[in-house]
Structure formats: C-alpha cells, structure tokens
C-alpha cells in the first residue's frame, strides 16, 4: 500500500506566474484535502474535493482552484502568484464514509515565489 | 472563523522533564487531533478525541479532551530527544475529519 504523495517536492516561481500542484491518495481513499502552511505556522484548509467534486472550501480566493481525477488523485492550482503564496502545500487523502476518518498527509510542496 | 490557540508556541527542555500543551478555542469541535511533524515531511497523525472529558495514552504521550470539548490538552512523560518536532492541534466540526482547522503549532525540543 503506497501513501500519498505530492509533486514536486519543490518549486520556484516568480509573481504573476501559474502553478499546478499534484497529488496521489493512497490507495482505497476517495477524499482528497487541500492545506497550505506558511513558515512557522500550522497548516490552513483550501479546499476538500470528494468523488470529483469540491466538497467544502476555507478562506481562499478563486485564483485557488483544484480537481480531482476519477482515481482520486488531485491537483491544485494557483494562477497569478503573488509572493505570499510561498508556502508548504499538503494534501492529505482520507476515505469518507467510514466511521471515523483518519486523514493520511503527503509530504507536501514547498513553494516559493520570488 | 473558528481559531485554535496554541501554547506555548516554542518548548525547549532537558531530557527527561514532563511538558504540556494546550489547545484552546472559544468554538466547540466534534473531534479534536493531535499531529507531529518533523521538517520536509507531513503532519503525522498521533489520536483523535471525540468524547468530552476523554483521556488517551500513547506510551508517554496523554491526550485529554475538554468536558466542553473546546479545549486539549497534550502531555509528555520524561521527554526523550526524539520526541523534537512540531506539534499541531486540529478540530472538526460535524461527521467529517477533513475539513481541519489548525492551531498555530508548538515547536518543542528536547536536549539530551
């Protein structure tokens, strides 16, 4: 069983630019989290995508967009960066509809945009 | 906005001493989890509390709960140089565990 991976594991951007962030679940989970964790701080909620679909968003803007693929794994995307979105994204996959779900992080992709 | 306050926010002790953390909020959560993370690397699920007033060891490691399930707290028995790392309180609301909001952190160490 493979846990859930991100790419890249680095990356570099300059303002204005566009990025996608990738990430795999681990197998047999269905639900796909999204968190960024500035410098020092704890990790904040993006968006929750669930069978395809966003299911659920925290206090982003709209230039954070995301998809999930049918096998579940997940990309999120972040057009026009500006310098405070240097950061470590997380994405976190966990199976809903279990009793108790337990999220299963990746990672994560440090970004940084100069 | 539902916030989970921290503290302390930096630790640094001697092996062997006992610490705590705290986790406090003003909003009432469903379940309440406790996490690690070492640098490069995701946060690590340590347990999960639902119960109001619940208590869970992890071996050196007591996890309470509040009664009003607002607050936790983390506690650590003879600290050991690997227990080094950032520790994170997350709370949920309702049946779903993934939607999490997160408090600040608390960076420990622990000095041979």
């Known amino acids: 069983e493979t846990g859930v991976t991100q790419s890249p594991t680095h990356l570099i951007k300059t303002r204005g630019q566009q990025v996608t962030l990738r990430c795999s679940s681990q197998?047999?989970?269905?639900?796909v989290s999204w968190y960024q964790q500035a410098l020092g701080q704890g990790p904040q909620f993006i968006f929750q995508?669930?069978?395809?679909?966003?299911?659920g968003r925290g206090n982003f803007p709209p230039r954070f967009s995301g998809l999930q693929f049918p096998n579940y794994s997940s990309e999120l995307n972040v057009n026009a960066l500006e310098l405070d979105d240097s950061a470590l994204y997380l994405c976190?996959?966990?199976?809903?509809?279990?009793?108790?779900?337990?999220?299963?992080f990746g990672p994560g992709t440090r970004l940084l945009v100069l | 906005t539902q916030l989970l306050e921290q503290s302390p926010q930096f630790l640094s002790i001697q092996e062997g001493e006992n610490l705590t953390v705290y986790c406090n909020s003003s909003?009432?959560?469903?379940?309440l989890q406790w996490y690690r993370q070492e640098p490069g690397e995701g946060p690590v699920l340590l347990v999960t509390?639902?119960?109001?007033?619940e208590v869970k060891k992890l071996k050196r490691l007591t996890f309470q709960f509040g009664d009003a399930r607002k607050d936790s707290s983390l506690h650590i028995t003879a600290a050991q140089p690997g227990d080094t790392g950032l520790y994170l309180c997350?709370?949920?609301?309702?049946?779903?565990?993934?939607?999490?909001?997160f408090g600040q952190g608390t960076i420990l160490t622990v000095h041979p």
């Open positions: 909003s009432v959560f469903s379940s």
């Open positions: 976190a996959s966990s199976f809903s509809g279990g009793a108790q779900e337990t999220q299963y």
């Open positions: 997350a709370g949920s609301r309702g049946t779903s565990y993934g939607k999490l909001t």
């Open positions: 509390v639902v119960t109001g007033g």
């Open positions: 995508y669930y069978r395809e679909e966003e299911n």
């Open positions: 197998s047999g989970h269905n639900t």
